[in-house]
């Protein structure tokens, strides 16, 4: 009698102590496209122009485009969404929040996902930066990049690009919203 109730004492306090293993799949993943169609839309609705710069192999070039392709501007960003399917269950998230900072970081381990580490930052709130590596290799081709999305300032897009039997190709994208 005592081995049973000293067995169901240990088994009890076991799995009131259980830990969730499995935290990837009860967190919810950010999802940047959703995201950045709201922020297209408003600048559409807010005739936003931009003023780009773009770095390339030492080379520079700046223009003010005053009618964007929002969708064409926006697609390194998109590409990094975390809610696609073959992504379930990839990434951590850890969040650290104070009285009116919160700071979300999805990391992942598995060199398949292109995105290795999205960070938000928010503040009252409120979204205030977006922050992504991007990673994405295979035989012939590999490609490097850190995004930097600020809602109603711009972004910046930094990375390299190579190909198998070239130079690497460093590039530098920056992006300021004009109203």
């Known amino acids: ?6 067995f169901s004492l240990i088994f009890l306090f076991m799995s009131a102590c259980s830990v969730d293993s499995n935290i990837k799949e009860h967190t919810p993943n950010f999802s940047i496209s959703a995201f950045l169609k709201k922020e297209i839309e408003q600048h559409q609705q807010e005739k936003i122009r931009l003023d780009k710069s773009v770095f390339r192999d030492e080379m520079e070039e700046s223009k003010v485009i005053e009618f964007p392709n929002w969708e064409h501007e926006m697609k390194p960003f ?3 969404d975390l809610e696609k399917p073959a992504y379930k269950n990839l990434y951590d998230a850890d969040t650290i929040q104070s009285d009116s900072t919160m700071q979300i ?3 992942t381990a598995d060199k398949k996902a292109p995105v290795r580490r999205m960070q938000l930052d928010y503040q009252n709130q409120k979204l205030q930066k977006i922050e992504v590596s991007f990673e994405k290799t295979n035989t012939w081709f590999s490609l490097k990049r850190h995004l930097i999305y600020r809602p109603h300032i711009g972004y910046q897009i930094k990375g390299e690009q190579k190909m198998t039997l070239s130079e690497p190709s460093l590039f530098d994208i920056k992006v300021k919203f004009i109203q």
Request: charged share 25%; glycine share 0%.
């Open 1 to 6: 009698m005592k081995k049973i109730s000293l």
């Open 105 to 107: 970081v999805y990391t």
């Open 78 to 80: 998109l590409e990094c």
